[in-house]
């Protein structure tokens, strides 16, 4: 079972972008579709993004499409988001999940491999 690590986060000038990363160990990142979610203090988690096996299918929620992207190097073993445009409400530590079917979106909640998070504040 692969191992998930989170980075990137820290803080960030409203209307400003931040990059994070999700790393892979243990194990081949490929052979997974890889998520991410976020949860603000007091708040549940959130799916935001997610990619297929292979890289050939993305999902964003509502929230985030148009401002974040995510993308996946398999040769590297990490699965990346770009975020852009934040905004204090994107305040909240960011999660990775890696699931082993195809394209599962949303329902990667249900899988157990999951990283630690990384933090993200946003403000002005």
């Known amino acids: 079972q692969v191992q998930l690590v989170e980075s990137g986060g820290g803080w960030v000038q409203t209307g400003g972008s931040l990059r994070i990363s999700c790393a892979a160990s243990g194990g081949t990142l490929r052979n997974y579709a890889v998520g991410w979610f976020r949860q603000a203090p007091g708040q549940g988690r959130k799916f935001l993004a997610s990619?297929?096996?292979?890289?050939?299918?993305?999902y964003y929620s509502d929230s985030v499409k148009g401002r974040f992207t995510i993308s996946r190097n398999d040769f590297e073993n990490t699965v990346a988001l770009t975020m852009s445009d934040l905004t204090p409400e994107d305040t909240a530590t960011y999660y990775c999940?890696?699931?082993?079917?195809?394209?599962?979106?949303?329902?990667?909640?249900?899988?157990?491999?999951w990283g630690q998070g990384t933090q993200v504040t946003v403000s002005s």
């Open positions: 990619i297929s096996r292979g890289g050939g299918s993305t």
């Open positions: 999940v890696a699931d082993p079917r195809p394209a599962p979106g949303p329902l990667m909640e249900e899988s157990p491999m």
